[in-house]
């Protein structure tokens, strides 16, 4: 009954009480303005993919963008701050996505509206600017609310949050039944095993009896914080940040406390809506509604329900992550999506659609969301048409998926067991996007239970692999300091030298030093351009300066060489010649992009670069394989760009002054307020912090050496400029030279000889496979003059010489079509491992005679094994010594085993 009611998701009593009508764009806008109005500083979403922390695959809350001011190593010209951030919840810690469509509040895409404090106002200013929000300005009803702190936790020495319960009932009429104190689960917040932390504050609101379809079932009481609770909903979170763990578990107490809070637009715009799930609020009813029109089916109660909720969800996550430069793959944030755009689209199965569809749901997420998140319209059709690409290859993995699952039921029934095991559930979900539910379904149908122990075990240990290769292994601990003072202040546009002082240092297990200087001119690794190298060298010693990284507001120079520091003085220098060819590249960069836009379209942006003193690589959103006309344009236009030998314009600029202004941004790139525009006047403006040349002559020339494709809808470019270009050109040259002189023909003949020769080498081969296809029949024929009688049907069994599977193939299928009513197991030593194939005839399939059967059977005498479809099966083998007995004994095997089968 509980299931039922959970996919239902349609309650039956009158929503609460209406507070004021107000569309989600206003509540987000008034949101932004109150905390303006009290000194806040709106920043900018965030990208969801947070490119500059290797720890996230997605932003998945509000502090994402400032975690670096809370650990210490950035600082902002700002101490208070709003927004109203993207976030993404969907692996990790951070996961709902299982539970999205099952109830009417979990979601993987939100958006998370929040204020914050830099060691500015703390608990007081927090809760007492909430409530005014909430109530005298939203009109929630006082009745209705809850607040809940942190209740202490004496085993760790914790005490209770008294300063907050006190304000809660100081600043506010809310009686003490309803200022609930709860555990470290609930109500403290720690950033990580270590760090900043420190108690929260929750508003919870009551949505009235009858919301809640668990009351009263299998003991459940509804309750704030009770587990699965749909009745009282959390709406935000205040969190006080004010100590600081320390590795052996104590908490110390924070020079500067920061209050850090977040409310989900989703839930908040249908509680003042007035509705009983997210889903009926205008976040989500115009997607809603162009998903019925576009299936032709109504949305309504059970299964159907909970596809339209999953879609819509899985949707606007879809959008948001893939308009900032994410794209599905098989590993880390692009694994999480291509599972979630499979997940949507089996739930489609349910709403008949068999056909991609999901892409043409894409513009209404850009028509609702795309006034307020502009890079959704930038980027709406680059996203509908990854999202096709993905649904398109989804039908192919679907369709293998059901065929992996069908024999693995298959041998179940064979060994008897009623227990899908948990590697193949974790099989289907891992490799062929199959959700835990579908196969659960599909068991079920069989009469099978599904071993969840199993496949969970192997889930938390992908889960472990993953944290430990997200794992940022710089040392966040072990810095000496050998100076106080500001540091890492780049100084590198105008000089390759300096004099620099020490502010700290650190040795890592594998015995790089990482140095922080007060002042730098080593460029860290950003934008796609790599870390300069060099040396820095002082009293102390010498080190050679092999990469350089920034970690939040920090440059970390990793260096090489025994000495230690002491304190005084050195001096970094960057290796000029490396510098020199690495500018080259960067601006070539932008004249490359700029080219592909004129030529290809304005739909081209960047989806990553790497920015190398050898090479250029540049990668970017394109549907199509450019032709060779349009890259050889994009070449000569780069080119004339060179010759005219145009000085650079780089200036400082307002973020949306040079966004008004036509200046190109990289999307899912972090921006501040103020902004570097690097121009080549009249062809390129880009928002960029690199290095680059004077004028565009000093890059002497480019030449594209390679295209391809990386990935639906991304495609990329390698290149060399400069002494680089000249060299890959004259390796050409001596190459097209020593073709001429073999082929004795003219320069410009080359290609036509070459094409010639091959097509002789096609008609070869075309030869050679007929007469081998001839031997082979012959071949069959001898075989079948070995071919001995076991319960009245022929059987051959030998040892031949193949030099490759395929080759072994062909000679079986030539037996088998001669031997209609017999089996074959033919075995041969290839490369120096041994192989069986079996066939069995038309007459003995339709009698449920099994090729896999017998050659997994065979195989076994020789430490092998195997399997396929019933009429050719294939197996390997460890042993080659023992492929003659197994080959020899095949006969018996079959007796036996057509015994087993007519009994």
């Not at 993995?397 to 899908?420: I, P």
């Not at 990469?547 to 002491?566: C, F």
Request: hydrophobic share 40%.
């Amino acid at each position: 009954m509980l299931l039922c009611l959970l996919s239902a998701v349609r309650i039956a009593p009158s929503p609460p009480k209406t507070i004021l009508v107000k569309t989600s764009q206003t509540i987000r806008s008034e949101f932004i303005a109150f905390f303006e109005a009290k000194g806040h500083r709106h920043v900018r979403s965030s990208p969801v993919v947070p490119l500059d922390d290797p720890t996230l695959l997605f932003s998945n809350a509000g502090m994402n963008q400032f975690k670096d001011v809370f650990l210490g190593t950035g600082t902002r010209d700002y101490s208070r701050a709003v927004n109203a951030q993207k976030c993404i919840r969907a692996s990790g810690k951070h996961n709902d996505l299982e539970d999205v469509g099952r109830d009417t509040y979990h979601h993987t895409f939100f958006e998370m509206l929040g204020n914050w404090s830099f060691g500015d106002y703390f608990k007081r200013d927090a809760i007492a600017w909430a409530w005014e929000l909430l109530v005298e300005r939203w009109g929630l009803p006082v009745e209705r609310l809850y607040a809940t702190v942190f209740g202490g936790a004496p085993q760790e020495g914790l005490e209770p949050d008294l300063e907050a319960e006190a304000i809660w009932r100081d600043v506010t009429p809310l009686p003490k039944t309803r200022v609930l104190r709860f555990g470290r689960k609930e109500n403290f917040w720690e950033m990580g095993e270590t760090g900043p932390c420190g108690p929260c504050s929750e508003i919870h609101m009551d949505m009235g009896e009858g919301t809640c379809p668990r009351a009263g079932q299998d003991g459940h009481v509804c309750g704030v914080n009770a587990e699965g609770c749909w009745r009282y909903i959390e709406l935000w979170n205040l969190v006080f940040v004010q100590f600081d763990r320390q590795a052996d578990g104590k908490l110390v107490s924070l020079p500067a406390r920061h209050v850090d809070t977040g409310m989900g637009l989703e839930r908040i715009t249908r509680v003042l809506q007035g509705k009983l799930s997210n889903y009926e609020s205008d976040l989500f009813t115009p997607i809603l509604a162009e998903i019925a029109s576009v299936t032709g089916v109504a949305d309504g109660p059970g299964e159907t329900g909970v596809a339209f909720r999953v879609i819509a969800d899985h949707l606007r996550a879809l959008t948001f992550a893939i308009a900032d430069g994410a794209l599905p793959s098989n590993e880390g944030r692009g694994y999480v999506l291509r599972r979630m755009l499979r997940r949507a689209a089996r739930f489609g199965r349910v709403l008949g659609m068999r056909e991609p569809f999901i892409h043409r749901l894409v513009a209404v997420v850009e028509r609702e969301l795309g006034g307020f998140y502009p890079e959704l319209r930038a980027q709406a059709q680059h996203v509908a048409r990854v999202i096709r690409a993905e649904e398109e290859s989804f039908a192919q993995t679907l369709d293998r998926g059901l065929d992996v699952f069908a024999q693995a039921a298959a041998s179940l029934a064979v060994q008897k067991s009623g227990t899908l095991p948990g590697a193949a559930v974790f099989k289907l979900y891992d490799t062929y996007g199959f959700p835990v539910d579908l196969t659960r379904l599909m068991a079920g149908e069989r009469g099978l239970r599904v071993d969840m122990a199993g496949f969970e075990a192997l889930m938390e240990q992908q889960r472990a692999q993953a944290r430990a290769a997200s794992q940022l292994m710089a040392a966040q601990t072990g810095w000496v300091t050998l100076s106080e003072g500001a540091d890492s202040r780049f100084e590198g546009y105008g000089s390759l030298t300096l004099e620099s002082v020490v502010r700290r240092y650190a040795r890592t297990a594998e015995g790089t030093l990482l140095l922080v200087l007060d002042r730098t001119p080593f460029y860290p690794e950003g934008g796609g351009q790599v870390g300069d190298q060099g040396r820095i060298h002082g009293p102390a010693g010498a080190w050679r300066v092999v990469d350089v990284r920034k970690e939040g507001d920090r440059i970390v120079h990793h260096a090489q060489g025994p000495a230690t520091p002491d304190g005084r003085p050195v001096t970094a220098e960057v290796d000029g010649a490396l510098r020199a060819r690495t500018t080259l590249n960067h601006t070539a960069t932008h004249l490359l992009q700029a080219a592909l836009r004129e030529v290809l379209g304005a739909h081209v942006n960047q989806a990553g670069s790497v920015v190398h003193p050898d090479y250029l690589r540049f990668d970017y959103t394109h549907f199509e394989k450019p032709s060779e006309a349009q890259l050889d344009e994009v070449e000569r236009l780069v080119n004339r760009e060179i010759r005219r030998n145009t000085p650079l314009e780089i200036f400082q600029s307002g973020y949306q002054q040079a966004i008004d202004a036509g200046v190109v941004a990289l999307f899912g790139e972090k921006y501040g307020e103020q902004v570097r525009v690097v121009k080549v006047p009249g062809f390129s403006a880009e928002l960029c912090g690199g290095c680059h040349v004077r004028a565009t002559g000093d890059i002497g020339l480019l030449t594209i050496v390679g295209e391809s494709s990386i990935a639906a809808g991304v495609r990329r470019i390698l290149a060399y400029t400069g002494e680089s270009a000249e060299r890959h050109l004259r390796e050409q040259v001596r190459l097209v030279e020593r073709l001429r002189q073999t082929l004795n023909v003219a320069p410009e003949q080359v290609a036509a000889r070459v094409e010639h020769l091959l097509d002789e080498r096609r008609t070869l081969e075309r030869e050679l496979k007929a007469l081998k296809k001839s031997s082979q029949a012959q071949g069959a024929g001898e075989l079948l003059k070995k071919a001995q009688q076991v319960d009245g049907i022929a059987v051959v069994a030998d040892q031949v010489e193949a030099e490759s599977l395929d080759e072994l193939r062909g000679l079986a299928d030539s037996l088998r079509k001669q031997l209609k009513n017999g089996v074959a197991v033919l075995g041969s030593v290839i490369q120096g491992k041994a192989s069986l194939l079996c066939v069995v005839g038309e007459e003995l399939v339709r009698r449920n005679i099994k090729a896999g059967e017998i050659v997994n059977r065979v195989a076994m005498l020789a430490e092998g094994r195997g399997g396929g479809p019933p009429h050719m099966a294939t197996a390997g083998a460890k042993d080659p010594g023992k492929l003659p007995h197994a080959l020899h004994e095949a006969p018996r095997i079959i007796h036996t085993y057509l015994s087993q089968v007519s009994s």
